[in-house]
């Protein structure tokens, strides 16, 4: 157990809707980070947020957004969705200094119909 | 560029000793690696990470070649449950970015 949860596990939508995805870091841990992985593209990483301020910026569509709240949770919003964001989006945590361990969670799963 | 070259898959007996290589010729003096694993249905999990000099924890072992421009990550003795495809990451200079490779598939043979 990695101590990090995600919410929901599964996620089951249409095209052109929006969906928010959520991560509880572990308890200590500020910075939190978001990575997608597709069968295409292998895992890649997304956005990451350092106690409430964004820190680093990666391959993220305009079409998604994230935030990290006072009690460091975050979500990260994914809107008019494609069939393409079918996906496992993982959330790590880490204590957010560099080169230290990310931890991750067990991902959610977001099928596209 | 970050990138690392790591074989495509590897297989090894239980209980034997297994040596996944890794290379990363075009390292920088600050560029840190770090060995993530990913089992069937979980997400990744930390294994271990270096600079410089060669690295022990409870689960592997780290070999950093002198020249920086390779590294082996060393399991003791393979159990099942170390099956998983394992990544090499280099992170530049102070970014905590993951740029995850295609990694190399374990198979461990009972």
């Known amino acids: 157990d990695s101590g990090v949860t995600q919410t929901p596990k599964h996620l089951i939508t249409a095209t052109g809707q929006r969906v928010t995805l959520r991560c509880s870091p572990r308890?200590?841990?500020?910075?939190v980070y978001w990575y997608q992985q597709s069968l295409d593209q292998g895992l890649q990483f997304l956005i990451q947020?350092?106690?409430?301020?964004?820190?680093a910026k990666g391959n993220i569509l305009e079409r998604f957004s994230a935030q990290q709240f006072p009690d460091l949770h975050s979500e990260l919003n994914l809107s008019s969705l494609e069939l393409g964001d079918s996906a496992l989006y993982f959330c790590?945590?880490?204590?957010?200094?560099?080169?230290?361990?990310?931890?991750f969670g067990d991902g959610t799963r977001l099928s596209i119909l | 560029d970050a990138k690392t070259t790591q074989p495509n898959s590897m297989e090894s007996n239980e209980e034997e000793p297994v040596h996944l290589p890794c290379n990363h010729s075009?390292?920088?003096?600050?560029?840190?690696i770090h060995w993530y694993r990913q089992l069937p249905s979980q997400g990744p999990e930390y294994v271990i990470h270096?600079?410089?000099s060669n690295v022990n924890n409870r689960m592997a072992s780290l070999a950093i070649a002198e020249d920086r421009k390779s590294s082996t990550l060393i399991l003791h003795r393979a159990t099942l449950r170390d099956a998983a495809v394992y990544y090499c990451?280099?992170?530049?200079?102070?970014?905590?970015?993951?740029?995850f490779g295609k990694g190399t598939k374990l198979t461990v043979n009972p």
């Open positions: 790590a945590s880490s204590v957010g200094y560099s080169n230290q361990p990310q931890h």
């Open positions: 308890s200590g841990d500020l910075s």
């Open positions: 947020y350092y106690n409430g301020e964004e820190r």
């Open positions: 075009t390292i920088s003096g600050t560029d840190y």
């Open positions: 270096g600079l410089t």
């Open positions: 990451i280099r992170t530049q200079g102070g970014s905590e970015k993951l740029v």
